[in-house]
């Protein structure tokens, strides 16, 4: 699935937390364990997905030369935790304009990954290595930690956590993310002119429970 740089622009500044509440999709949100190596990541792109067997990355270089230039790589390795990723792969990331991972296993060079402001999200850190034996899936449709995830999806990650929007409901979540953050906005405003969150929730019934 093709996004518009505006489209991805957009995903991005509404962020994950806005984009979830307002997709109106019971799933979609990986497992909270799920966090930026570094504090400010920020990404959206179009999923491509793969299997790891547990200790084993032979699955990410073969996605290297396959993915689509903007993809965003997400990795299942049935929760197992080694250094899948370092600072090689992410120089070869960059060169194949690969523009962020999203693993449910581990990394490693964290330094390398953080001063290269490369977009990581993971469950772990480890300095172990992996084999290069096996390659279970390579774009194909995996579950994240319970989540489902197709190629072309929507991929957006940050501080809050990782959001994946199956490519067919994109349009709905951004139109009704855009609205929310207006609304929001407003409600913000209001605030700082005095009102109340009580009184701008409708939630003015509480002040007689006390």
Known sequence: MAYSAAQLEQARKLGTSTLFEASGLATGAANAAIRP?????????PAYPLECSPGDNLAIHIAMEKAPRGSILVISTGGFVAGYWGEVLTVAAEAAGIA?????????????????????????????GTIKTSAPSVGQPISLTGTPVAPGDLVVADDDGVLVIPAAHVEH??????????????????????????????LTSWRQAR
């Open 37 to 45: 190596v570094w504090a400010g990541a920020s990404i959206a792109g």
């Open 173 to 202: 979540a951004l139109a009704n993310g855009q609205a929310r953050a207006d609304k929001e906005a407003r409600m913000m405003e209001a605030l700082a002119q005095g009102k109340s969150t009580l009184e701008l929730m409708g």
């Open 100 to 128: 962020g991972l999203v693993i449910d296993g581990g990394v490693r060079d964290v330094a390398a990954l953080t001063s290269r402001r490369f977009a990581v999200f993971t469950r772990g850190i480890s300095m172990r």
